[in-house]
Nanobody, 116 residues
Framework: QVQLVESGGGLVQAGDSLRLSCAAS????????MGWFRQAPEKEREFVGR???????NYADSVKGRFTISRDTAKNTVYLQMNSLKPEDTAVYYC??????????WGKGTLVTVSS
């Protein structure tokens, strides 16, 4: 089991930038992927992006070119750098961990609100 805690959410204006962090603790896999998801009010949870154990990243089309995922293995932390934020980015952002193709461990989320 891996415990995940998100932080860095807040209220920003459209066009601003924000950096989210996801700290992992507990027993970790030697090779695992980390992902970011988000859930807007009255919407289903959606995929934002992921980073593999080797550092490969991919993103949803809605955030491609604006968001960047990175990780600091020494700190057991993954980051989501969000630039050029839009009101439609407003959501609770969750991080998740997977040792394979299944997302098995989730954080409780951090709220990002982007004003118009």
């Amino acid at each position: 089991q891996v415990q995940l805690v998100e932080s860095g959410g807040g209220l920003v204006q459209a066009g601003d930038s924000l950096r989210l962090s996801c700290a992992a603790s507990g027993r970790t896999f030697s090779r695992y992927a980390m992902g970011w998801f988000r859930q807007a009010p009255e919407k289903e949870r959606e995929f934002v992006g992921r980073i593999s154990w080797s550092g490969y990243t991919n993103y949803a089309d809605s955030v491609k070119g604006r968001f960047t995922i990175s990780r600091d293995t020494a700190k057991n932390t993954v980051y989501l750098q969000m630039n050029s934020l839009k009101p439609e980015d407003t959501a609770v952002y969750y991080c998740a961990a997977a040792s394979g193709s299944s997302w098995s461990d989730w954080g409780k989320g951090t709220l990002v609100t982007v004003s118009s």
